[in-house]
């Protein structure tokens, strides 16, 4: 089992930035990738981004050149900072790891880009 715990949401204004933080514990040895998926209200959840364990990254379009996504292997913890929010971007964001058997999902954070 993985247990993942996010943190760093919150309320900003348009063109700000917030960074998110999740922290997985458990079975991390057998995750291969982790990243982050959101849902606004009415929407299904979309992919934002990922990294493998090696290191490689993905981003959706939306997101690409604005949000950047890293890993502290130390910590167990990935990082998506945030930049240059938009009020599209408010979302309640979610963290996920992916292991050979089992995809994990964090509780979710909101971030909220409005004056």
């Known amino acids: 089992q993985v247990q993942l715990v996010e943190s760093g949401g919150g309320l900003v204004q348009p063109g700000g930035s917030l960074r998110l933080s999740c922290a997985a514990s458990?079975?991390?040895?057998?995750?291969?990738?982790m990243g982050w998926y959101r849902q606004a209200p009415g929407k299904e959840r979309e992919f934002i981004a990922i990294?493998?364990?090696?290191?490689?990254?993905n981003y959706a379009d939306s997101v690409k050149g604005r949000f950047i996504l890293s890993r502290d292997n130390a910590n167990n913890t990935v990082y998506l900072q945030m930049n240059s929010l938009k009020p599209e971007d408010t979302a309640v964001y979610y963290c996920?790891?992916?292991?050979?058997?089992?995809?994990?999902w964090g509780q979710g954070t909101q971030v909220t880009v409005s004056f």
């Open positions: 996920n790891a992916r292991t050979a058997l089992k995809s994990y």
């Open positions: 990294i493998t364990s090696g290191g490689s990254t």
């Open positions: 458990g079975s991390i040895f057998s995750i291969y990738a």
